[in-house]
C-alpha cells in the first residue's frame, strides 16, 4: 500500500456511520448539511424556549403593574419584541427551506417532538 492509500484508508473508528465510515455522504456533502440541520434544529428549539419564558415574564410583569403605565408600557414592549421575535424564527425556519430545496438537498427535519 503507498502512502497516498494510507492517509486515504483513514477512518474515525469513534465516529460511525455518516462521520466515519460512509464516504458517500461525505464526498456528496450530505454529511456537512445533516451537521447544518442538527445546529438549526437546536437553535430553533433554543429559540421558541427563549421565546416562551420571555412571554411569560412579560405576562407576569404585565399582571403585576398594578396599573402603573411605566411597568404596564415595559411588558408591551416586551411582548411586542417576543412576537417579533418569534416572526424572524419562523421566517429563518423558512428561508432554510427555501435554501434546502433550492440547492436540492434531500434532507429531512426532525422535529424533537412527535
Do not use: C, H, Y
Not at 3 to 31: F, H, R, Y
Not at 46 to 59: E, F, M, R, S
Not at 75 to 82: D, F, K, V
Amino acid at each position: 500500500m503507498t502512502k497516498t492509500q494510507q492517509i486515504a484508508a483513514i477512518t474515525n473508528p469513534i465516529l460511525s456511520g455518516n462521520a466515519g465510515k460512509d464516504e458517500v455522504g461525505a464526498k456528496s456533502g450530505s454529511l456537512f448539511f445533516e451537521i447544518i440541520g442538527g445546529v438549526l434544529q437546536f437553535m430553533m428549539v433554543l429559540g421558541a424556549v427563549i421565546v416562551l419564558i420571555n412571554l411569560v415574564q412579560a405576562g407576569l410583569e404585565w399582571i403585576g403593574s398594578s396599573g402603573d403605565t411605566s411597568k404596564l408600557e415595559s411588558a408591551r414592549g416586551r411582548i411586542t419584541n417576543s412576537v417579533v421575535g418569534l416572526i424572524l424564527l419562523s421566517a429563518s425556519f423558512a428561508l432554510w427551506v427555501l435554501v434546502r430545496d433550492f440547492l436540492g438537498i434531500e434532507m429531512t427535519f426532525q422535529p424533537l417532538f412527535p
